[in-house]
């Protein structure tokens, strides 16, 4: 299973972005999907979870109500809307696929992951 997370560039505090990630090689339609970010010397965090049919999504308190995440699973995709961008959400977003049950912020759970792409945020 093969991700590619792409739509990470420079901007300034208060305007939108959105990070795509493209899933090849298994079946998208039945994985999790979870964006991590991870900051300059500090530990991979959570942000956001869907499940595999869409039903349910999850997100860290820190991007509630500012992000959203959702899948087209036609497209082998899964999207990170991000809103009302903050100088604190500069990070290297990461993609993932989770396979099984379990806890959706956990990224030790979490069994396929992209490159990761650079979201810098200027205030």
């Known amino acids: 299973v093969q991700l590619q997370a792409s739509g990470g560039e420079l901007v300034q505090a208060g305007v939108s972005l959105r990070l795509s990630c493209a899933v090849s090689?298994?079946?998208?339609?039945?994985?999790?999907m979870g964006w991590f970010r991870q900051a300059p010397g500090k530990e991979r965090e959570a942000v956001a979870a869907i499940r595999w049919s869409g039903s349910s999504t999850f997100y860290a308190d820190s991007v509630k109500g500012r992000f959203t995440i959702s899948r087209d699973n036609a497209k082998n995709t899964v999207y990170l809307q991000m809103n009302s961008l903050k100088p604190e959400d500069t990070a290297v977003y990461y993609c993932s696929v989770k396979r099984y049950s379990g806890s959706y912020y956990d990224a030790n759970l979490y069994d396929y992951w992209g490159q990761g792409t650079e979201v810098t945020v200027s205030s």
């Open positions: 090689g298994g079946t998208f339609s039945i994985y999790n």
